[in-house]
């Protein structure tokens, strides 16, 4: 284990910005040194905060009154607590504490070709959706579709399906033939 952390590694171990990195220092609950211009923290500084202060999971409980749960506003905190990635809602194993996006959809925001094996992009406004929650089941079928996206530009979309199959177990007496 390195002795010292650089500010973006222990910005990522607590979920944190610079600037609550920062306010964690002016508080004089996190050690701050520099060496030739750059920041860093002391790697056990820096675990002895995070074990002191865990993230804490969003409890669907604390949207519940009379029995209703508000679940629009669970899921709302969830996200920004980055318990769930705020493109496509995929649960973030690691969460950071913070707004989060998954790796699958990190290239959503890329300039280039998507592959998503869940969501559309379009090209003009960048919006996603989902072809199961909407009136484009077709695009689930092999091959090419257009679409049109709300903002009014008309696409052309590939579809590539692939199969996998799955096989009894062996049995107890198979022999393996050459």
Known sequence: ???????????????????????????????????????????????GYRKEHPFQLIDCRDF?????TDWKAFQ?????????????????????????ICPDCEDIVKPEELCHSDLVRCPKCCKTFNPGESDYHDLYEDGEHQFRCECGHVSEICTHVSFSFISPPLLANATRQE
Do not use: W
């Open 1 to 47: 284990m390195k002795p010292f952390l650089s500010d973006k590694e222990a910005g990522e171990i607590l979920g944190l910005d610079d600037e609550s990195l920062r306010g964690l220092v002016r508080d004089g609950l996190l050690r701050q040194f520099r060496d030739a211009g750059k920041l860093f923290y002391k790697t056990e500084d820096v675990q």
């Open 64 to 68: 519940t009154t009379n029995g209703e």
């Open 76 to 100: 709302k905190s969830r996200t920004e607590n980055g318990e769930q990635c705020h493109h496509c809602d995929a649960p973030i194993p690691h969460f950071t504490g913070k707004l989060t």
